[in-house]
């Protein structure tokens, strides 16, 4: 959340989607401890529920290691399928990151 980065706006522009699209987590809020009101991801086809992330260094720590997985594991509860790249993959191999989504969204 905050200022979209390079690669993620790379892919935007590639593929045509809304970053920082907000999912509301308020159906699964009995199944988790302290949820928030929505998640943001990166990058979002709605109408396949398809989430893709985008990750840079930081998220290598244990700490966002944690939070990724729990965010993950709300989003695939809510029934969306989640993406995760580095920035490097998409800045370095940008037609591989972008195959693989299109072929989640059939």
């Not at 509301?24 to 009995?30: E, F, I, N, S, Y």
Request: hydrophobic fraction near 40%; proline fraction near 7%.
């Amino acid at each position: 959340n905050g200022n979209p980065t390079v690669p993620q706006i790379m892919l935007a522009d590639a593929l045509g989607l809304p970053m920082e699209f907000p999912i509301l987590t308020a159906p699964v809020r009995d199944q988790f401890k302290s949820l928030p009101h929505c998640y943001k991801v990166d990058l979002a086809s709605p109408e396949h529920l398809l989430a893709i992330e985008v990750d840079g260094n930081s998220h290598r720590t244990k700490r966002w290691r944690y939070l990724d997985k729990r965010k993950t594991s709300v989003l695939n509860a809510l029934g969306w399928n989640v993406l995760r790249f580095w920035n490097e993959q998409v800045l370095t191999d940008m037609a591989s990151v972008i195959r693989e989504i299109r072929s989640s969204m059939t």
